[in-house]
T-cell receptor, first 115, second 115 residues
């Protein structure tokens, strides 16, 4: 069964600094990987997804993530943090196994931006 | 167009009571998913529908939980004889089709508190 691990339940960065949110996956086959963001009192919104077309994936709001098979990682980055990036971020994996339709989520990382 | 909507947004109930949670997916989306998010934890898959059928009920925590979908549209998640451990945010998502690379669009959730 697939799983994801998000290192760091809370991350704080200064406005304008690099954002790095870590995600490692475990899967018996090459997975599809997703990053979702949850703003306060809102539903989850897709930031980006990896579906094997390219290892560097660009998403909305200036975020990107790189799939590294050798490290089983899919870390989320943004060069310069903005106050509006404060939210909770979830990494998720979808197994390519036939009939396995669900997403398996990590426990989330709460990002705080320091003015 | 309209996104996924859920009602009620908040529900407080007494232990032992039954509750019904409603999800209205995006029009035309054939797949519908239910997840649970307990405080401080990641999202936990409960069940998904393809059309009105539920091929995967593996995530339902107990036989007190049931779900149905009608008209390939609205879905209802029912929790019978609620327990305090059922307190969580219940999230619904829909996607255009099933498939491991399909983007799931999430509603804002129903926050359930069992006293």
């Amino acid at each position: 069964a697939q799983s994801v691990t998000q290192l760091g339940s809370h991350v704080s960065v200064s406005e304008g600094a690099l954002v790095l949110l870590r995600c490692n996956y475990s899967s018996s086959v090459p997975p599809y990987l997703f990053w979702y963001v949850q703003y306060p009192n809102q539903g989850l919104q897709l930031l980006l997804k990896y579906t094997s077309a390219a290892t560097l994936v660009k998403g909305i709001n200036g975020f990107e993530a790189e799939f590294k098979k050798s490290e089983t990682s899919f870390h989320l980055t943004k060069p310069s943090a903005h106050m509006s990036d404060a939210a909770e971020y979830f990494c998720a994996v979808s197994d390519r196994g036939f009939g396995n339709e669900k997403l398996t989520f990590g426990t989330g990382t709460r990002l705080t931006i320091i003015p | 167009g309209a996104g996924v909507s859920q009602s009620p947004s908040n529900k407080v109930t007494e232990k032992g009571k039954d509750v019904e949670l409603r999800c209205d997916p995006i029009s035309g989306h054939t797949a519908l998913y239910w997840y649970r998010q307990r405080l401080g934890q990641g999202l936990e898959f409960l069940i998904y529908f393809q059309g009105n059928s539920a091929p995967d009920k593996s995530g339902l925590p107990s036989d007190r939980f049931s779900a149905e979908r009608t008209g390939e549209s609205v879905s209802t998640l029912t929790i019978q004889r609620t327990q305090q451990e059922d307190s969580a945010v219940y999230l619904c998502a829909s996607s255009l089709a099933t498939g491991f690379s399909e983007t799931q669009y999430f509603g804002p959730g129903t926050r359930l508190l069992v006293l």
